[in-house]
């Protein structure tokens, strides 16, 4: 180890500034701590490397989440948004899923503000040659990059991305070294975390080709229009005035995306070169997202469906460059090519970037605590696709997590374990660190038990809190918070206190194909039908005009679905109740004969903190549980025996 | 309960119980279980070879004196392949009192401790031999009083009714499974799910469920035994009766304590049914305190049976039985002329007595002379009859719900079921998404019911439905 002395003493340094370390790195500053974010180019803090959109199902709420903890990423999006949909609008406001499409270079930008408005946080460039470890070899205090300089921190969040041992792939001859197109990979940070005994394995992912927009025939496309309506996703509750009148000017003009398809003569362009693809070819062989899937995966493995989706997505207001979301692949570039000519409306089509898949190593993230501390080295802390995940906004979720606890950490205080029954981020660390990953994780209300109480609408209420608790909070940002409370309150009161007499919502009804009222009714009881919102009523009756429209989304679900509502906070109780169970930390798994095999095992190399974080590793059978509570109970007893 | 209570003190122990019944008996079968089983076994037994699974002849000898008690069959398990998933020595001796209490003794004096009921079968509950179904189905087949009540022990024994509710269990996961892509990938190239492949596959749940409740009450009266009650006026001839229908068969007779005049309470097979025959005391108003006592008992068995036989020895005693009967019960009865032997009741009388009280329910009559036998035979036959009327017919290798528990939990999963498909194929409105929270319910129904437990319910689950008498 070199003598040098260290450039900046400081408490967390963030390695890697996407999605995962700017979040951990603004959350760690919010918490008092000095942070350094690192990356190899500041020009590409915030870069969405993927697909230009923030949300989705299950993506939205977190972001969201990260937004009432004080994150970037749902400002920098309200800031960047020009088409925006909120998906499954006709399943009922409880799954509703926001998503923006963003402008690429608008959302870089402004992330890179927000990170240098705030406090605490230096922003230094470099790549991260080496973790600086402590003599007695137990904890990392401090970084070295390339360029030979050196920090000192007592808490290292890496958020490496696809830069560990990135490899790019183009069809079966074209590899090229790198984390990103046109950027190049970590190696040597790779080798050292090889070295201190942590496992890795290879994921891959892939993009789709971009093409340019003045090619493209729009004739034969059919336009998505944006459904900007009033919805921001920060409840902006971060931003100074929440929007009543319908007004929007935070964020761009906004721009169609165009619906087109693969048909046949795709299909039968990509089955004759499946051998010439990265991925069929033989040239990687580390697994992908299933739920994401190259246009290869999607012929081969569905050869009976005859035309798949594509969405050309617009990179932003100064480009004409488009996004082909759907068709993501791993084929040469001249078959790229060939495959958007054979396309609806694409015949003529300029292609600006070839398509590409990548392969990078993560570490398989059971090597985890609940706090996202690496437990083979205390200080260390992982975040983002390093942990084997895919997705803008699970590394953001992530960052969050391990940025606050680094921060906690530093300052001696006991980790934030966020719970699944109160977050989606909750249920990603916890689904990663106890059950593991054995594709690139994603999020989908389907991971949760609590997809009706955990919505995007409710983030605030449920994360708000904890958020002030833990001081991520301004002054000013607690107001909004106490003020978007007080309009849900207000709601609700207004509910039940406003009487409808039936003229009043006549037409209302009828439009809403619902009963007449036979008397006066109290809004509330009227808000209970499925087809009536809570605003309408509100406008009928000519009260709640101040309310935001956000608000009353949170107070008309517990309207309507209050009884719902009720048995999965009674769910969260009886898991929260199992979570209270403590597992011993030195139970010997390889002793408990009636466990199964397999129990034994995984629980053995997970060693779960709780009952209830063993009922959700794989393998692990209900029975087993049940043997595990009895064999705990018979070793106390049997300890307590000897004592006596 | 506290956690405490969880195991047993003492659950590291090695037991030792006779298995077999300490009767007069060519052999007596003892088992020893627990960490020391083996060490025990060496210390007494000669020659001693710990192979598992090997069966040899040995002497067993006292510790102390050294002297010969018994020479027997010895078989070693070792865990977890043995009954109790421990260490496990059995010994097969001379029956009677004194060799396998010599054995007990010795046993004893070596460290071990004497078993507490249903000790060793709790010993494998809990380290994974059993399910808590399959645990329940070994108190069952012990105490099975038929064979109808053996085969359905021996299937439920067999893991049949956890498999049916896993399958299920399985079902509904899919279903949650279907909605839930539904959701999450709304732009997906196949659109929105099949409203009627969700419709369908609820309903295949429901008559699922619907097929096992069905077997419920089956399955619970030949669990429970089926009741018959003998009704009738003091000197009616029920207690000769209830002495010829348990003569025939192989019976258990008890008073029933508590009573002053006792009801007696006798087990027995009719055909293929397990029954509990009551005798009552006498129904008619009395002014005798003792007397009332047992006539306001009889009223109660009465109350709770399943087929009632109202005795008399002519029209009008049984008319005026059937009478009082009919005002307690509508279960359906059989009038029963005693004493057949001595006064014939003519046909006309007989006709004119049911169609009298036809209309108030299910009535027969058969004549029984409980002196010489006759009509008993076609009195049994009446009586399985009547027991097996809209009963499901068991079948082979189906399972069959025996329990309370068993019927409440499919229920509450039926109605969560159909909940869900009310709103599915309804016009609330309400989101898919919303009611799959019922699915989700049913779901929880059927882990309760096949032993998937919160931690709160640990102890109930397992010991409060685990007879521990067994």
Redesign the interface.
């Known amino acids: 180890m070199t003598s040098q002395p260290n450039e900046l003493e400081l408490d967390v340094i963030v390695v890697g500034a996407g999605h995962a370390g700017t979040e951990a790195a603004v959350a760690a500053a919010r918490l008092g701590a000095r942070v350094g974010l690192i990356t190899s180019a500041l020009e590409t803090i915030g870069q969405l490397s993927c697909n230009p959109a923030i949300g989705g199902v299950a993506k939205g709420t977190v972001a969201r989440e990260v937004d009432a903890l004080g994150g970037v990423m749902s400002r920098a999006t309200d800031l960047a948004t020009l088409q925006f949909r909120m998906l499954n609008r006709g399943k009922g406001p409880a799954v509703w899923a926001p998503r923006a499409q963003c402008d690429r270079g608008m959302y870089r930008r402004a992330v890179r503000t927000l990170i240098e408005q705030q406090q605490m946080l230096h922003t230094i460039q470099g790549t991260v040659a080496r973790l600086l470890i402590g003599e007695s070899g137990g904890r990392v205090i401090g970084i070295e990059t390339l360029e030979g300089r050196r920090f000192g921190a007592r808490a290292v969040v890496i958020t490496a991305g696809t830069f560990l041992r990135g490899r790019l792939h183009i069809g079966t001859d074209t590899r090229i070294a790198g984390g990103r197109a046109g950027d190049p990979p970590a190696i040597q940070l790779a080798e050292q975390l090889d070295t201190i005994g942590l496992i890795s394995a290879r994921f891959k992912t892939g993009t789709p080709p971009r093409i340019d927009g003045r090619s493209v025939d729009y004739s034969k496309l059919e336009r998505q229009d944006s459904e900007i309506e009033q919805f921001d996703y920060s409840w902006s509750h971060f931003w100074d005035s929440p929007r009543t009148d319908g007004s929007t000017t935070r964020h761009p003009a906004q721009l169609p995306c165009w619906i087109t398809f693969a048909g046949e003569e795709t299909k039968r362009i990509v089955s004759e070169n499946i051998n010439k693809s990265a991925m069929y070819g033989g040239a990687i062989g580390s697994r992908g997202p299933r739920y994401c899937p190259s246009v290869e995966d999607k012929i081969v493995r569905f050869p009976n469906v005859e035309r798949h989706q594509l969405f050309l997505e617009p990179e932003g207001h100064d480009t004409a460059e488009l996004y082909v979301n759907g068709l993501s692949t791993s084929l040469p570039a001249d078959v790229q090519l060939e495959m958007l000519h054979s396309v609806p409306g694409l015949g003529n089509v300029r292609m600006t970037r070839a398509g590409y898949a990548i392969e990078y190593d993560y570490f398989p993230p059971t090597q985890l605590d609940a706090s996202l501390q690496v437990k083979a080295l205390d200080g260390l802390y992982f975040a983002g696709q390093i942990n084997g995940t895919t997705g803008y906004e699970e590394a953001a979720g992530q960052g969050v997590i391990a940025g606050i606890n680094a921060a906690l950490a530093v300052r001696g205080d006991a980790p934030a374990i966020f719970g699944r029954e109160r977050s989606y981020i909750g249920v990603l660390v916890d689904d990663l660190v106890t059950r593991g990953v054995d594709e690139p994780y994603r999020l989908f209300t389907s991971r949760s038990e609590f997809r009706l109480t955990v919505r995007q609408d409710n983030a605030l209420r449920r994360l708000a809190p904890l958020a002030i608790e833990l001081g991520m909070l301004s002054e000013r940002e607690q107001r909004i918070v106490e003020r978007r409370f007080a309009m849900e309150a207000e709601a609700s009161t207004l509910a039940e206190s406003t009487s409808v007499r039936p003229e009043q919502v006549r037409v209302l009804l009828e439009e809403a194909g619902s009963a007449q009222l036979p008397h006066a009714m109290r809004v509330a009881e009227i808000a209970k039908r499925q087809n009536v919102s809570l605003a309408s009523l509100f406008v009928a009756t000519g009260v709640g005009e101040d309310i935001d429209r956000d608000a009353l989304i949170t107070a008309e679900l517990e309207l309507k679905y209050a009884g719902y509502f009720a048995r999965e906070r009674v769910q969260a109780e009886k898991m929260k109740r199992m979570g209270d169970f403590p597992l011993p930390s030195a139970l010997p798994y390889d002793e408990l004969r009636s466990l199964s095999t397999e129990a034994r095992q995984k629980l053995g190399a997970l060693r779960p903190r709780t009952l209830a974080q063993a009922s959700r590793v794989p393998g692990v059978s209900p029975n087993d549980l049940q043997n595990l509570v009895l064999e705990i109970e018979r070793r106390r007893l049997a300890s307590a025996d000897v004592v006596r | 309960m506290t956690?405490?209570t969880?195991?047993l003190?003492g659950?590291?122990d090695t037991i030792v119980a006779q298995a077999t019944a300490g009767a007069r008996s060519a052999l007596a079968v003892i088992r020893l279980s627990g960490p020391a089983a083996h060490r025990i076994g060496e210390s007494l037994l000669s020659p001693w070879r710990a192979t598992p699974r090997t069966v040899y002849l040995s002497m067993l000898r006292d510790p102390d004196s050294g002297r010969d008690i018994d020479r027997g069959i010895v078989t070693v398990y070792a865990?977890?392949a043995s009954y109790t998933?421990e260490d496990m020595v059995e010994l097969s001796l001379h029956g009677g009192e004194i060799c396998p209490a010599l054995a007990i003794n010795a046993l004893l004096a070596c460290g071990a401790r004497s078993a507490l009921p249903g000790e060793l079968t709790r010993r494998a509950l809990?380290?994974?031999k059993l399910?808590l179904l399959q645990a329940e189905a070994i108190g069952d087949l012990i105490d099975a009083r038929s064979r109808a009540m053996h085969d359905v022990a021996l299937g439920q024994l067999a893991g049949h009714l956890s498999a049916r509710l896993g399958t299920l269990r399985e079902e509904i996961i899919e279903m949650?499974?279907l909605l839930?892509?539904?959701?999450?990938?709304?732009?997906e190239?196949?659109g929105p799910i099949a409203a009627n492949r969700i419709e369908l596959a609820t309903r295949n749940i429901i008559a699922s469920i619907d097929a096992l409740l069905a077997t419920a009450s089956t399955g619970e009266m030949i669990r429970g035994g089926a009741a018959v009650v003998i009704a009738g006026a003091p000197n009616a001839g029920k207690s000769s009766l209830f002495n010829a229908l348990v003569g025939t068969q192989r019976a258990i007779v008890t008073d029933i304590p508590g009573t002053t005049r006792d009801a007696l309470e006798a087990m027995i097979d009719i055909e293929q049914w397990p029954v509990r025959l009551v005798d009552t005391a006498g129904l008619r108003a009395s002014e005798d305190v003792v007397e009332r006592l047992g006539i306001e008992v009889a009223e109660r068995y009465v109350k709770d049976a399943t087929v009632v036989m109202v005795c008399g020895e002519n029209v009008d005693s049984l008319s005026m039985a059937i009478a009082s009967v009919r005002r307690l019960t509508d279960a359906p009865l059989i009038a029963v002329g005693t004493k057949s032997d001595a006064e014939e009741i003519s046909s006309d009388a007989i006709t004119a007595l049911l169609s009298l009280h036809r209309a108030s329910g299910n009535l027969a009559y058969i004549a029984v002379s409980a002196h010489t036998g006759d009509g008993l035979a076609p009195l049994a036959h009446a009586i399985a009859t009547l027991i097996q009327r809209n009963r499901e017919p068991l079948s082979g290798d189906d399972p069959v719900l025996t329990r309370e528990r068993h019927r409440v939990a499919l229920t509450s999963a039926r109605s969560e079921v159909a909940a869900f498909l009310e709103i599915w194929t309804g016009s609330?409105?309400?989101?898919?998404?919303?009611a799959a929270?019922h699915l989700?319910?049913a779901r929880g129904s059927l882990?309760e019911l096949?032993?998937?437990?919160?931690?709160?319910d640990?102890l109930d689950?397992?010991f409060s439905s685990f007879c521990v008498g067994k």
């Open positions: 956690r405490g969880l195991i003190p659950a590291l865990a977890p998933g809990l380290n994974g399910d949650e499974a839930a892509y539904d959701v999450d990938f709304p732009e190239d196949d609330s409105g309400l989101p898919a998404t919303v929270v989700h319910s882990e096949v032993g998937i437990l919160d931690v709160d640990v689950r397992v």
